[in-house]
């Protein structure tokens, strides 16, 4: 090739490439945090029946930011439980401002009848909750456990009745890393019979993290 032709070549190589403000700039766009995807809520009720994919009136899942592919909500019917689910207590309230208030949601609880009321921020890692009759009134549930354990942060939900009063929310949201926070806890809702006329809201967020560019 000419030497010229070189040359030109070279030159016009220099002149379209990005200047050095530009690659900043580029750098920074790349480096915000960036949203990522929401977990997994799995819904088992009584009244499914197998043909119509559809969740009881009484609860709605909302998901922050879906993958393109691969399904984030599914349903099954709940298996019929005809004994008791041997319960450690009869009756347990959570800020409901009743005698049978206890403090805090623990990690695993096993009781007869369950009512949950008020705002609750819950940092466990894993949780696991079963009872004969679960109550939700104006609940809200905010599950951000304090360390991120893949595939181990799960909230297992499971009852004979799902019995939902007043405008109830369920907030799944993924423990704080650097640079933005995980995936969200999983959610497994058994929730078998659901009664009520309040509404229940779950939402799955999405996890955030951010890209380092050099």
């Known amino acids: 090739m000419n030497k010229y032709l070189v040359s030109l070549f070279c030159l016009t190589l220099a002149a379209c490439a990005p200047t050095p403000e530009e690659i900043n700039d ?26 119509s994919i559809h969740l009881p009136q009484q609860i709605s899942v909302e998901f922050e930011q879906e993958a393109a592919t691969g399904k984030h909500l599914s349903l099954f019917k709940s298996p019929t439980r005809l004994l008791s689910l041997s319960p450690n207590e009869d009756f347990v309230s959570i800020g409901c401002n009743e005698s049978t208030d206890i403090e805090s949601v623990p990690a695993n609880l096993n009781v007869d009848t369950l009512k ?42 499971t009852s004979k009745i799902f019995w939902v009063e007043g405008k109830n929310n369920i907030t799944l949201q993924g423990a704080k890393i650097p640079g933005g926070r995980a995936l969200p806890p999983t959610l497994n809702l058994d929730a078998g019979m659901v009664t009520g006329l309040g509404h229940l809201k779950v939402l799955s967020k999405a996890n955030i993290f951010s890209v380092s560019i050099k």
């Open 26 to 51: 580029i750098k920074k766009s790349y480096s915000k945090p960036q949203m990522g995807f929401s977990g997994l809520v799995t819904v088992q009720h009584s009244e499914f029946n197998g043909t």
């Open 116 to 157: 949950i009321c008020g705002r609750h921020q819950i940092a466990h890692n894993a949780l696991n909750i079963t009872a004969n009759t679960i109550i939700v009134d104006s609940a809200i549930l905010e599950f951000i456990p304090t360390q991120s354990q893949q595939g181990s942060n799960r909230i297992t939900l």
